[in-house]
């Protein structure tokens, strides 16, 4: 009977004939190698470069190091949704499936819903450190060397709500009920993508024009972000959780988790965003414009563009009052201090 080594040779030189490889040849490398340190798997000296402030005001730092904090959690769900959609499967470049179950799993879904809120939990709880955590002067003049870059471009924010719901809930308020009955064709998708709803945040009130924010960012993710969209319109989050019998879907821990993913990603981060943009932003009475020109006053509170993920597992009243249980919850809290 074979040991417990000499079992993992087999299944080590098992691995790599199957990829046409000497197992011994690794081996040799593995016996000459160095030990991996720390510091190298994170790639922390390489991490630690990352920051460019273009002022010497010191507070800059906090502020490219908290966005870089924000893109990496962004990933982190964006990471989860991946896995969602594919049912945990993952097949490597040699075709081999690593994957679990054809079908999804709800708890596996529900685990997944649990880790991506967890990370905008962590998100929502430390914007104190942009709200609080910057001296305000320091701010209101280094922000203007910033321009016309704005939080409006993260492209990994638009891919987590692309990869939660169906386009047709993303489309601007004004225009969602006319593609009610439009096809998740390549043709509807395109027409759909045209009223995305973000597109408004980054247009002049005034004249309608689309702002070099805007210009920038759909000249390097336009394509990219419809492609997506394209990708997901089957599998997105929404549409794994309708292909679970009706059972799975009616659990009140899955359901309870989808609406927490809802609130989570367009009510409770945007409006930590709002409250945010509006202690820097709003002096004495005067709006300060925003960098790139996005219109935050009427871009971010959700009441306004009224974005839900997963309509159909809320009420009527609570989709008509969307985000104002958020703010009754701060008056309160404002009175308390």
Same mark, same amino acid.
């Given at each position: 009977?074979?040991?417990?080594?000499?079992?993992?040779?087999?299944? &080590?030189?098992?691995?790599?004939?199957?990829?046409?490889?000497?197992?011994?040849?690794?081996?040799?490398?593995?016996?000459?190698?160095? %030990?991996?340190?720390?510091?190298?798997? !994170?790639?922390?000296?390489?991490?630690?470069? $990352?920051?460019?402030?273009?002022?010497?005001? /010191?507070?800059? +730092?906090?502020?490219?190091?908290?966005?870089?904090?924000?893109?990496?959690?962004?990933? &982190?769900?964006?990471?989860?949704?991946? #896995?969602?959609?594919?049912?945990?499967?993952? !097949? &490597?470049?040699?075709?081999?499936?690593?994957?679990?179950?054809?079908? &999804?799993?709800?708890? *596996?879904?529900?685990?997944?819903?649990?880790?991506?809120?967890?990370? *905008?939990?962590?998100?929502?709880? =430390?914007?104190? !450190?942009?709200?609080?955590?910057?001296?305000?002067? +320091?701010?209101?003049?280094?922000?203007?060397?910033?321009? /016309?870059?704005?939080? *409006?471009?993260?492209? #990994?924010?638009?891919?987590?709500?692309?990869?939660?719901? /169906?386009?047709?809930?993303?489309?601007?308020?004004?225009?969602?009920?006319? *593609?009610?009955?439009?096809?998740?064709?390549?043709?509807?998708?395109?027409?759909?993508f045209q009223h995305i709803y973000w597109k408004a945040g980054a247009t002049e009130i005034g004249t309608g024009k689309k702002t070099l924010t805007l210009h920038q960012f759909e000249q390097k993710y336009?394509?990219?972000?419809?492609?997506?969209?394209?990708? %997901?319109?089957?599998?997105?989050?929404?549409?794994? %959780?309708?292909?679970?019998?009706?059972?799975?879907?009616?659990?009140?821990?899955? !359901? =309870? #988790?989808?609406?927490?993913?809802?609130?989570?990603?367009?009510?409770?981060?945007?409006?930590?965003? %709002?409250?945010?943009?509006?202690?820097? $932003? $709003?002096?004495?009475?005067?709006?300060?414009?925003?960098?790139?020109?996005?219109?935050w006053q009427q871009y971010l509170p959700p009441r306004f563009m009224k974005r839900i993920f997963f309509p159909d597992l809320w009420t009527p009243q609570e989709k008509d009052e969307w985000g104002r249980?958020?703010?009754?919850?701060?008056?309160n809290e404002a009175r308390k201090e």
């Amino acid at each position: 009977m074979r040991n417990e080594s000499e079992e993992r040779l087999a299944k &080590l030189e098992e691995k790599y004939a199957s990829m046409g490889q000497d197992m011994n040849a690794y081996l040799d490398g593995l016996l000459i190698s160095n %030990y991996l340190p720390y510091w190298e798997y !994170v790639n922390l000296d390489t991490l630690l470069t $990352l920051q460019k402030p273009r002022t010497d005001f /010191p507070d800059e +730092q906090i502020f490219i190091m908290y966005h870089q904090i924000t893109e990496l959690y962004f990933r &982190l769900a964006l990471h989860e949704m991946e #896995q969602i959609a594919h049912n945990g499967r993952n !097949v &490597l470049p040699n075709g081999n499936d690593l994957g679990w179950n054809d079908s &999804l799993d709800p708890a *596996f879904l529900l685990e997944r819903l649990q880790r991506i809120n967890r990370y *905008f939990d962590a998100l929502t709880q =430390s914007y104190g !450190v942009m709200e609080t955590g910057m001296d305000k002067e +320091q701010f209101l003049r280094f922000r203007m060397a910033l321009l /016309p870059a704005s939080g *409006f471009q993260s492209a #990994q924010y638009r891919k987590i709500e692309i990869c939660a719901t /169906p386009l047709r809930n993303l489309v601007h308020r004004d225009h969602r009920d006319s *593609f009610a009955a439009t096809a998740d064709d390549d043709k509807g998708m395109d027409a759909m993508f045209q009223h995305i709803y973000w597109k408004a945040g980054a247009t002049e009130i005034g004249t309608g024009k689309k702002t070099l924010t805007l210009h920038q960012f759909e000249q390097k993710y336009g394509a990219e972000l419809l492609n997506l969209a394209k990708d %997901y319109r089957a599998k997105n989050i929404w549409a794994r %959780y309708a292909s679970l019998p009706e059972t799975d879907r009616q659990r009140p821990e899955l !359901v =309870s #988790q989808m609406r927490l993913l809802d609130a989570n990603v367009n009510i409770n981060w945007p409006l930590q965003h %709002y409250r945010t943009a509006a202690r820097y $932003l $709003l002096r004495d009475k005067d709006e300060v414009a925003a960098t790139g020109g996005t219109n935050w006053q009427q871009y971010l509170p959700p009441r306004f563009m009224k974005r839900i993920f997963f309509p159909d597992l809320w009420t009527p009243q609570e989709k008509d009052e969307w985000g104002r249980s958020w703010l009754i919850a701060q008056l309160n809290e404002a009175r308390k201090e």
